[in-house]
Nanobody, 127 residues
Framework: QVQLVESGGGLVQAGGFLTLSCAAS????????MGWFRQGAGKEREFVAG????????YYTDSVKGRFTISRDNAKNTVFLQMNSLKPEDTAVYYC????????????????????WGQGTQVTVSS
């Protein structure tokens, strides 16, 4: 099992930027595809972005394409989510998650495919 700890959330004005980090620990932590999800108040948790275990493949939900960038540093067991041009509708708790399976090049997007989750970090975008 992989342990995940997110950081980097906060309050930002619309149009601003934030970078979230997800530190992974545990056996072979860098061998898992990773994803970022978010959950707004009263909403379902939704997929935001994902990255294959080597970092060669990424995938984004349509609403963040061109604004968010996911990346990873396997030497440091850390995944990042760079968020630019933030909008009030991006306000949510953001969660980092690790794939259930190792060494997957494709990016999983289904919530049930992820077996390990962080505690979440709040992102609030004011208008």
């Amino acid at each position: 099992q992989v342990q995940l700890v997110e950081s980097g959330g906060g309050l930002v004005q619309a149009g601003g930027f934030l970078t979230l980090s997800c530190a992974a620990s545990g056996r072979a932590a860098s061998s898992y595809a990773m994803g970022w999800f978010r959950q707004g108040a009263g909403k379902e948790r939704e997929f935001v972005a994902g990255i294959g275990w080597t970092g060669g493949m990424t995938y984004y939900t349509d609403s963040v394409k061109g604004r968010f960038t996911i990346s990873r540093d396997n030497a440091k067991n850390t995944v990042f989510l760079q968020m630019n041009s933030l909008k009030p509708e991006d306000t949510a708790v953001y969660y980092c998650a690790a794939d259930r399976y190792q060494f997957q090049y494709k990016v999983p997007t289904i919530r049930d495919r992820f077996g390990s989750w962080g505690q979440g970090t709040q992102v609030t975008v004011s208008s």
